[in-house]
């Protein structure tokens, strides 16, 4: 958090129920919004009406791990770089155009 901050994107902690709201308000499908289409993942209520659809997903899907990935790029000359200030800039960066403004323009 605090390295996003040093980017110059205004981040604050808020309850659950405050964020779902603020999202709905920012995706609003009248609105050309990147969330718009994933919005029901993180709002909707799943068939037993006490878990989201997200999480009823991430507790019936699998483990996963790289270990397949890194395997099948063994001797390969792509490079995955460790998450830094920089790489974490760049991803904002990328996927902010027109999404995500910075206090500082970036």
Not at 27 to 34: F, G, H, L, Q, V
Not at 52 to 71: C, G, K, M, P
Request: net charge negative; glycine share 6%.
């Amino acid at each position: 958090m605090n390295q996003i901050r040093s980017l110059g994107y205004s981040i604050q902690w808020t309850d659950y129920d405050h964020w779902q709201t603020r999202l709905i308000e920012a995706a609003n499908p009248r609105i050309d919004n990147a969330l718009s289409p994933l919005l029901f993942l993180l709002t909707e209520w799943g068939i037993n009406s006490k878990t989201l659809y997200l999480e009823t997903a991430a507790l019936v899907s699998h483990t996963l791990n790289d270990d397949n990935t890194l395997a099948g790029l063994t001797g390969a000359e792509i490079f995955c770089p460790p998450i830094s200030a920089k790489l974490l800039h760049a991803y904002l960066v990328y996927l902010g155009l027109g999404q995500m403004s910075s206090v500082s323009g970036n």
